[in-house]
């Protein structure tokens, strides 16, 4: 659904998506579109006059955003490319070989890339492999350490692709985190995993859920801030 609200002489234009969720979330992404999630309960003036509520963030943020086209941001995956690993940016070195299927090590703070044949598809896939592999030696690692604190232990812990969040903790204890956050700093991580480890305590987003998390991760605030502005930069 399609819906605007006007904001200080400024029409506001978002996209509805109704979900089996309790609250209302907003996420604008570059060059300008803004989306916003919602329970299947709530009517369209409610919606609206929720938007509305939060213009001055809108605006804000669609500023920041206007000038980072994803597409501008995709990688080539040439020779000193940068990628980022826990928060830091590494070059990337391309080697010609026999390898028909790709393979990436990571040595000396060079990502190496082994190929036959430069094909775009094939290096990236190998990448995210990568990735994926490192996200989940660290997650867990993080998981185990952060048990403890929650007070919980989740039922399962996997790493998989989400196009819109960085992770999620469903009705039966299962927390699944997406494998780009092997590409935000240590801190990041740890607020992600805080976070949805913290729903295995109150399944909302309550101001209980918001203590604990705020408990173990008293700067969490600029923690979040930090993924919201900087998450679209965590791809390849």
Same mark, same amino acid.
């Given at each position: 659904m399609i819906s605007s609200v006007e904001y200080i002489g400024q029409r506001i234009e978002f996209e509805v998506e109704f979900r089996n969720r309790r609250t209302l979330a907003i996420y604008v992404r570059p060059p300008g579109n803004i989306k916003v999630y919602s329970p299947v309960d709530i009517p369209e003036r409610e919606i609206r006059d929720w938007v509305r509520s939060k213009g001055k963030w809108i605006v804000e943020k669609l500023e920041k955003v206007r000038y980072l086209d *994803?597409? &501008?941001l995709k990688k080539r995956f040439v020779d000193g490319e940068s990628f980022l690993f826990l928060g830091k940016n590494y070059d990337l070195k391309i080697i010609i070989n026999r390898r028909k299927i790709p393979k990436v090590f990571f040595n000396n703070n060079i990502f190496n890339l082994e190929i036959s044949i430069f094909e775009k598809e094939k290096l990236r896939k190998a990448m995210e492999k990568w990735y994926r592999k490192k996200a989940e030696i660290i997650i867990n690692d993080r998981v185990e350490i952060y048990s403890g604190k929650i007070g !919980? !232990? +989740?039922?399962? @812990? /996997? @790493? &998989?692709q989400q196009k819109r969040r960085w992770g999620s903790c469903n009705t039966k204890g299962n927390l699944y985190f997406n494998? !780009?956050? +092997? /590409? +935000? *700093?240590p801190e990041i991580i740890d607020y992600v995993v805080v976070h949805e480890m913290s729903h295995l305590v109150h399944a909302d987003h309550s101001k209980s859920f918001w203590d604990k998390v705020g408990y173990i991760l008293p700067d969490y605030k600029n923690r979040r801030k930090w993924l919201k502005e900087n998450g679209v930069k965590l791809d390849i």
């Amino acid at each position: 659904m399609i819906s605007s609200v006007e904001y200080i002489g400024q029409r506001i234009e978002f996209e509805v998506e109704f979900r089996n969720r309790r609250t209302l979330a907003i996420y604008v992404r570059p060059p300008g579109n803004i989306k916003v999630y919602s329970p299947v309960d709530i009517p369209e003036r409610e919606i609206r006059d929720w938007v509305r509520s939060k213009g001055k963030w809108i605006v804000e943020k669609l500023e920041k955003v206007r000038y980072l086209d *994803p597409e &501008k941001l995709k990688k080539r995956f040439v020779d000193g490319e940068s990628f980022l690993f826990l928060g830091k940016n590494y070059d990337l070195k391309i080697i010609i070989n026999r390898r028909k299927i790709p393979k990436v090590f990571f040595n000396n703070n060079i990502f190496n890339l082994e190929i036959s044949i430069f094909e775009k598809e094939k290096l990236r896939k190998a990448m995210e492999k990568w990735y994926r592999k490192k996200a989940e030696i660290i997650i867990n690692d993080r998981v185990e350490i952060y048990s403890g604190k929650i007070g !919980r !232990r +989740a039922c399962s @812990v /996997m @790493v &998989k692709q989400q196009k819109r969040r960085w992770g999620s903790c469903n009705t039966k204890g299962n927390l699944y985190f997406n494998w !780009r956050l +092997a /590409m +935000a *700093p240590p801190e990041i991580i740890d607020y992600v995993v805080v976070h949805e480890m913290s729903h295995l305590v109150h399944a909302d987003h309550s101001k209980s859920f918001w203590d604990k998390v705020g408990y173990i991760l008293p700067d969490y605030k600029n923690r979040r801030k930090w993924l919201k502005e900087n998450g679209v930069k965590l791809d390849i």
